[in-house]
């Protein structure tokens, strides 16, 4: 398979799937999906093309909240990013670990700083934060407030 | 037989990185295993939003003590993704040394860990021995042994000296016989074969499934390496084979550590020889709205930076992705069906970080001790030690 074979293969397969399919250089590709969309786009990527699972990046856009999925085809040397846009209010998304391992911990790490419900997940509970951490504070949200007035952190600038 | 609970960790900051194991076992064997983590979640990705692009490169060398220059390259490769600029060739040349001399140094601080913990004191001693020349070595090319501060988004900060080449040339061949001893003293001791072959094993498919990274799927068959399969520094200039091994177990993974340190040497050595002149900095003025991603192959695999813009002098948004993210899941495959005695080496053989390890005790599901950490590392030595007896 090359390159180009690729990129009309994904457009072709997952027609009704893509909202917008951004080929931004030669060794990135950036698709953006809807989110019912993504164990199907996921598997067919992690499965068929045999693909290795980067990592998930997900941040707040502000409007919404977003989760891209990186994954890598060695012998294309591309990164395929699947983008997904989640409702802000209640951001809940299909898990990807019971279709692969290597996405269990990621899950639970967006989970805990960005409060993403990931429905089907086997074990959805904190990785990083401290069982002190109140409950629905999310660290990575726009709109964080600082709750811990005694806490000692960097201020920066 | 009851079961009993044997927490491992959680708090010890003396090395890398604090985690917990809450090891399960039937009698001698292991049967459940869970891992916590985030003992020392420092929210550096939230620091670094506040941070200008220069400053970040500085926050994040501080993530890892002993991969300190493969969050940097990372994080300049993701910054450089977003402003589509290339690097000067001087300057990914100099990246390559400094990346390639933090591989060796990592690698034999494993190995000497490693030794420790199998009851070979004198490899430790040894190797650690080694370490030194390759920490001097970064010391005269960087001013730092650790820490190098050399990268920035676009090029390099400083650059290399040509008068210091003869003498870091003499230093990284300085150690060279010495490793090939070492090498032949590990790779054909029947002890360590007896002791390491066939533990701890991770399949290609529990690989493949956990994406694990660099030398942890490279034992076991799974021939993935960034500086193979991204053109990037001056890896693809230069002649060097990736090491793959099929077995998975523990002594595969050694394998691979041991002769990837062979072609580090030979990768710096190279670069400095063939060291083009120029330019080290394509100075990047702006960097535009945008996203990109940057990957380095780190000591222990993969680094992953992912990194947004919107046009200011921050990052709106700075994902960090190391390695042991990928590779520490796989113990649930590897230590499950191990004897407790094998369990050190084989949480050890991923490369995580040994201040848990030595944290061990064994308690009673009712809070009784049973081992120490103390215990548990004279358990696998001595477990060495029966073997030995034997042959």
Request: aromatic share 8%.
């Amino acid at each position: 398979m090359t390159r180009e074979e690729l990129v009309s293969d994904l457009k072709e397969r997952f027609k009704s799937d893509i909202i917008d399919f951004y080929d931004r250089s030669p060794t990135r590709i950036y698709i953006e999906i809807k989110p019912e969309s993504l164990v199907k786009v996921a598997s067919y990527i992690f499965k068929d093309l045999k693909a290795r699972f980067n990592i998930a990046s997900a941040l707040d856009a502000k409007t919404h909240i977003e989760i891209l999925y990186h994954f890598t085809l060695e012998y294309l040397r591309v990164l395929v990013s699947l983008r997904v846009k989640l409702n802000r209010d209640r951001p809940k998304i299909d898990s990807l670990a019971p279709v692969f391992k290597g996405a269990n911990w990621i899950e639970r790490e967006m989970n805990e700083l960005l409060g993403i419900d990931f429905t089907g997940h086997p074990n959805l509970k904190r990785l990083l934060l401290p069982e002190s951490w109140p409950e629905g504070v999310y660290p990575l949200r726009a709109d964080y407030k600082e709750w811990d007035k005694n806490a000692v952190r960097d201020r920066g600038v | 037989m009851a079961r009993s609970v044997i927490p491992i960790g959680p708090y010890h900051p003396l090395q890398e990185e604090p985690e917990y194991f809450k090891l399960t076992v039937d009698g001698e064997k292991v049967v459940d295993i869970e891992v916590n983590i985030g003992y020392n979640h420092r929210g550096i990705e939230k620091i670094s939003e506040l941070k200008s692009f220069d400053q970040v490169t500085f926050v994040i060398e501080r993530i890892c003590g002993i991969c300190s220059t493969s969050h940097p390259y990372a994080y300049t490769r993701a910054v450089e993704d977003i402003a589509q600029v290339e690097v000067p060739e001087r300057a990914k040349y100099i990246r390559t040394i400094i990346a390639e001399g933090e591989r060796i140094h990592s690698h034999l601080l494993w190995l000497g860990l490693a030794g420790h913990f199998l009851g070979y004191n004198t490899i430790y001693m040894w190797v650690w021995k080694l370490r030194e020349e390759i920490l001097d070595v970064m010391e005269i090319l960087s001013g730092n042994r650790n820490h190098y501060a050399m990268f920035k988004p676009g090029g390099v900060r400083r650059d290399l000296n040509p008068d210091d080449f003869p003498l870091v040339l003499k230093k990284i061949d300085s150690i060279v016989p010495t490793l090939d001893r070492l090498k032949k003293a590990i790779l054909d001791d029947p002890v360590l074969h007896a002791r390491l072959k066939g533990i701890g094993i991770l399949t290609k498919e529990d690989a493949l499934d956990y994406s694990a990274l660099g030398p942890t799927a490279r034992a076991s068959g799974v021939a993935k390496d960034v500086r193979k399969d991204v053109s990037y520094g001056a890896y693809d200039q230069i002649d060097w084979d990736m090491i793959v091994t099929e077995n998975g177990d523990v002594f595969d993974k050694v394998v691979v550590r041991v002769l990837e340190t062979y072609e580090s040497i030979k990768i710096v050595k190279e670069c400095l020889k063939n060291l083009p002149p120029g330019e080290i900095d394509c100075r990047i003025k702006d960097i535009p709205p945008g996203e990109g991603i940057g990957t380095h192959e780190a000591p222990r695999g993969e680094t992953f930076h992912y990194v947004r813009s919107d046009g200011t002098n921050r990052p709106v948004r700075h994902k960090v992705r190391a390695p042991t993210f990928m590779n520490l899941p796989t113990c649930h495959s590897t230590v499950i069906g191990c004897d407790i005695a094998d369990a050190t080496i084989i949480l050890a053989s991923i490369d995580p970080c040994y201040c848990c390890t030595e944290r061990m005790t064994v308690v009673t599901p009712d809070g009784k001790q049973l081992y120490t950490g103390k215990d548990l590392v004279r358990l696998s030595q001595e477990k060495t030690k029966k073997l030995k007896r034997m042959l």
